[in-house]
């Protein structure tokens, strides 16, 4: 099993965050960055994506959300936390040994929020990040976008 350090996920997605805003940004706000991303997988391809994530005239880089790629439960493109790059989310536990790909991939699905504990961006304390996931159509490729 896989520990990430500064990953601490609890991950059960909570009908009360469903339209919950964060210090980040607002739901909406994480809807839109999703749809944004999600078509350039659809109409450019994964490469192209992952190319996106850090190009200063797209929004992801700039965001202060963070925003993730995975093909399938592998990270391959993160705005925020490079050193998460390759990270295998099916084998990532949360600090109560909890894996958390089931989780986000359950969020995806239905492309609504994951309740994450994270730690918090700025000040390194944990945090209860809303994260919005949503998958590509066909593929095994989801985005997710914490607030």
Not at 30 to 38: E, N, T, V
Not at 58 to 75: A, E, K, T
Not at 93 to 98: Q, V
Request: hydrophobic fraction near 45%.
């Amino acid at each position: 099993m896989t520990r990430i350090v500064g990953l601490a996920v609890l991950a059960v997605a909570f009908p009360a965050y469903a339209g919950a805003d964060g210090d980040f940004g607002t739901k909406e706000d994480a809807k839109h960055i999703a749809d944004q991303m999600i078509a350039i997988v659809e109409e450019q391809g994964l490469e192209a994506a992952v190319t996106a994530m850090h190009d200063p005239d797209q929004p992801f880089v700039s965001s202060r959300m963070g925003v993730n790629l995975f093909d399938g439960p592998i990270v391959i493109a993160d705005n925020r936390e490079p050193e998460t790059l390759a990270a295998d989310y099916s084998e990532t536990a949360d600090l109560t040994g909890a894996l958390v790909w089931p989780i986000i991939a359950a969020a995806a699905e239905v492309e609504g929020d994951a309740a994450l504990k994270w730690y918090h961006y700025d000040t390194q304390e944990e945090y209860d990040y809303k994260c919005h996931a949503k998958r590509a159509n066909g593929m095994e490729v989801t985005v997710m976008v914490c607030r």
